[in-house]
């Protein structure tokens, strides 16, 4: 337990003019929000720990059991539209002004590394959905969809994308052969995004890394690139 005074966040003027403020002893509590567009306003507690973890509890209807959120999962729990990029979504009232979590002193005290158990056992994910992607095979030069909803289908895809040799034969699931016909190019602009079902490519549905489709044993430099740079 730390000393009160010895935790920065403490001493910054900011916190305490956050609505709700709340100092426990190792972490504080603030009212917090996020807007959608269609819903309004979903109300929440933000707890900020001495040790740099950020969880959300959501002031819900009587029915609602989210429990204890992820900001990532708060923010997608308000259903709130567009781009999803929780701090800038998310607030919390200072001196009755809606300000975002990237403007206020709050994130310096964000700690990845304390973060990281919760992203990664519950956003496996949640993080980025995957639309779906094709591969040529080497023989027919016919495109086979890939599904990238699991880890694993995301693993099955990134594997066959680093065999340059890929044939029809090595897809382990929905068997097919050379001899089956091709997609249909119309059928082929449906690729899964939740956003629009015509969409070409768009930040709701193309992930430039996650957990979920990065991979700790593997070699590739994307993998690597990954795991060494990734940022909170």
């Given at each position: 337990m730390?000393e009160?005074?010895k935790w920065?966040?403490?001493?910054?003027?900011e916190v305490?003019?956050m609505?709700?403020?709340?100092?426990?002893?190792?972490?504080?509590e603030v009212h917090c929000?996020?807007?959608?567009k269609?819903?309004?306003?979903?109300?929440g507690?933000?707890?900020?720990?001495?040790?740099g973890?950020?969880?959300?509890?959501r002031?819900?209807?009587?029915?609602?059991n989210a429990?204890?959120?992820?900001?990532?999962?708060?923010?997608k729990?308000?259903?709130?539209e567009g781009?999803?990029?929780?701090?800038?979504s998310?607030w919390v009232?200072?001196?009755?002004v809606?300000?975002?979590l990237?403007?206020t002193?709050?994130?310096?005290?964000y700690?990845?590394?304390?973060?990281?158990?919760?992203?990664t056992s519950?956003a496996?994910r949640?993080?980025?959905f995957?639309?779906d992607e094709f591969?040529?095979?080497s023989?027919?030069?016919?495109?086979?969809r890939?599904?990238?909803?699991?880890r694993?289908?995301c693993?099955?895809y990134?594997?066959?994308m680093a065999?340059?040799r890929w044939?029809?034969?090595?897809r382990?699931y929905d068997?097919i052969?050379?001899?089956?016909d091709e997609e249909?190019e119309?059928r082929?602009?449906?690729?899964?995004?939740?956003?629009s079902?015509?969409?070409?490519g768009?930040?709701?549905?193309?992930?430039?890394?996650c957990?979920?489709?990065?991979f700790?044993?593997?070699?590739?430099?994307a993998?690597?690139?990954?795991v060494?740079n990734t940022?909170?």
């Amino acid at each position: 337990m730390r000393e009160k005074g010895k935790w920065g966040l403490l001493e910054e003027e900011e916190v305490k003019k956050m609505g709700g403020f709340v100092q426990g002893s190792d972490f504080i509590e603030v009212h917090c929000g996020c807007t959608s567009k269609k819903y309004g306003d979903s109300p929440g507690k933000l707890r900020v720990s001495a040790a740099g973890q950020f969880l959300i509890f959501r002031f819900c209807s009587d029915a609602c059991n989210a429990g204890e959120l992820t900001p990532e999962e708060f923010e997608k729990h308000s259903q709130r539209e567009g781009i999803k990029k929780w701090k800038s979504s998310i607030w919390v009232s200072v001196e009755g002004v809606k300000v975002p979590l990237w403007r206020t002193c709050l994130l310096k005290y964000y700690k990845h590394s304390e973060n990281e158990a919760n992203w990664t056992s519950r956003a496996l994910r949640r993080r980025n959905f995957h639309r779906d992607e094709f591969i040529r095979c080497s023989d027919c030069c016919k495109e086979r969809r890939f599904r990238l909803r699991t880890r694993d289908q995301c693993r099955i895809y990134h594997d066959a994308m680093a065999d340059q040799r890929w044939k029809c034969a090595d897809r382990p699931y929905d068997l097919i052969t050379c001899d089956d016909d091709e997609e249909r190019e119309s059928r082929k602009s449906c690729r899964g995004c939740q956003r629009s079902s015509k969409c070409r490519g768009c930040m709701s549905c193309v992930c430039f890394g996650c957990l979920r489709c990065r991979f700790l044993d593997c070699h590739c430099r994307a993998c690597i690139d990954f795991v060494q740079n990734t940022a909170p």
